[in-house]
């Protein structure tokens, strides 16, 4: 059994606006109820999610309850997301993780077969930064609107190449779905079965490659974000709740070596993504800090493999003179 605790502003009325000084003061030091109405978080897959609370707000619109019974893991650890009805409105539920991550690999195992699901519910397995900046994968026909019940998209999806729709054809509860997130493109896989990588190519259900211009650039202010909910706010058709098992997130630097172009080879055009990337994002990330700077760069030294002496003739410079030194190795006609 689960406590239920649905939050609200009461109306504005003159003993609100009379009395609001002593109740601003009073939620202030009733610290569980402020925490439990607008802060409660989860642990999930070794990381902090804050659970929304809100009122009629998209994607739907929707409600969204933090409560316990909407909410919650169980004793393996997997996540439970519910929507249902409380009284005589219906709520979905959305965790988002609390740290921005980057460039890098997003999964998502699933141990429900959404196909089972009815047609106005929707899965998102995402991440989001703004209306415009935002890779999706969903999991819904969105009211039978769609033949499909798989979807890639890089937002805004209505741009011609920014969306691939796929059938799931799911064959157990059991389901993987992922992307790469990278600076020069996206790469996105569904498939049967909790697997990083395909045993046999009919376990893939589908893949999309996007290198479009709509791919967000890693500015730290994006998070991971998983999400239940009704299409256009609507009832289920089978007027039943449902419930999305989740058993695991997990999250793949892009980079461990300084081969951020991925070619097999650590040189010049590897120094050109640090740059780019230098104290603005990820893309140029060796030490798996979630950053570019002077360490990454040092380990781009020390793993150059050419053309030319340069690993070994470089002597290792201050963080302070890095760029100036990037931009002289170009002036010397340093190219891949």
Known sequence: MHTELICFWPRTSMFVMRYLPRILLALVFSSLIFSSCFARTVQFSGRTWDVRQAGLQGPGPNRWSDSNGQVFMDA??????????????????????????????????????????????????????????????????????????????VQPYWVAGNQSNYDLNLTSNLSTHKFTWSPTGIEFMSLHGHQSQPSQPSDIISQFSYTGSANPPSLGNERATINFWLNQGNVPTNGLEHELIVSSFTYTPLHETADFDIDLDVDAADLAIWEASYGVDNGGDTDIDSDTDGTDFLAWQQQFTGPGPLAGSLAIPEPSSLVLLSIGMFALGIRK
Do not use: C
């Open 76 to 153: 393996q650890g997997r996540l439970h997301q519910k929507i249902r009805k409380i009284g005589p409105a219906w709520y979905s539920s959305q965790i988002t993780l609390q740290q921005s991550l980057g460039y890098g690999t997003y999964e998502f195992r699933l141990d429900s077969n959404t196909e089972l699901f009815d047609q106005e519910t929707v899965v998102g397995l995402f991440t989001y930064a703004n209306d415009f900046e935002e890779i999706d994968i969903e999991l819904s026909t969105f009211g039978g609107n769609f033949n499909t019940n798989g979807h890639f998209t």
